[in-house]
T-cell receptor
Framework: DAEITQSPRHKITETGRQVTLACHQTWNHNNMFWYRQDLGHGLRLIHYSYGVHDTNKGEVSDGYSVSRSNTEDLPLTLESAASSQTSVYFC???????????FGPGTRLTVL | AQRVTQPEKLLSVFKGAPVELKCNYSYSGSPELFWYVQYSRQRLQLLLRHISRESIKGFTADLNKGETSFHLKKPFAQEEDSAMYYCALSGARSAAGNKLTFGGGTRVLVKP
């Protein structure tokens, strides 16, 4: 079955380290999104992509970067992890032109 | 700018009682509204979208453009409805895709 997966599911890292979270979807969706989920803030958009080689900043993009080299993957990189980036990260994808998004299982990241 | 507000962080109801989750939005155009649900340790999944005008798991939601609201209702809550609920808005739409803006979420606890 087509699906969207994230890895790792849990990650503990230290302040200042570079971290990359993976997101892989097999639906052939054009659109992919990265959110962070924090208590009281709901989900906030970090970066998104509407196709290969297309990336855009979201609401809370500082300290994060993405690249889209193929349709299936949108890895999220924290250039220099900070404690404020401790969060649960969700990846999502959608069909071109659609607002309905399908979510991955999430990655819980702790920055010590 | 688009904004979604869910004023209640926690709703606690008894099984069989009605439950209503409030969602208010601000957006100058014609929005598309969604309700997503996240059960314990599971990924977010779509519950309702206003354009579908359907009832899922006994839940309904009506878009009230005059009051800029999209409240979620269920006449008789069940214990399996205990979850985190997010209201989301899709504003300006493009041929490529549509971003979602999420509210802060409401945790629903249905007591036996």
């Amino acid at each position: 079955d087509a699906e969207i997966t994230q890895s790792p599911r849990h990650k503990i890292t230290e302040t200042g380290r570079q971290v990359t979270l993976a997101c892989h979807q097999t639906w052939n969706h054009n659109n992919m999104f990265w959110y962070r989920q924090d208590l009281g803030h709901g989900l906030r958009l970090i970066h998104y992509s509407y196709g290969v080689h297309d990336t855009n900043k979201g609401e809370v993009s500082d300290g994060y970067s993405v690249s889209r080299s193929n349709t299936e993957d949108l890895p999220l990189t924290l250039e220099s992890a900070a404690s404020s980036q401790t969060s649960v990260y969700f990846c999502a994808s959608s069909v071109r032109g659609s607002s309905r998004q399908f979510f991955g299982p999430g990655t819980r990241l702790t920055v010590l | 700018a688009q904004r979604v507000t869910q004023p209640e962080k926690l709703l606690s109801v008894f099984k069989g009682a009605p439950v209503e989750l409030k969602c208010n939005y601000s957006y100058s155009g014609s929005p598309e509204l969604f309700w997503y649900v996240q059960y314990s340790r599971q990924r977010l999944q779509l519950l309702l979208r206003h354009i579908s005008r359907e009832s899922i798991k006994g839940f309904t939601a009506d878009l009230n453009k005059g009051e800029t609201s999209f409240h979620l209702k269920k006449p008789f809550a069940q214990e399996e409805d205990s979850a985190m609920y997010y209201c989301a808005l899709s504003g300006a739409r493009s041929a490529a895709g549509n971003k979602l803006t999420f509210g802060g979420g409401t945790r629903v606890l249905v007591k036996p």
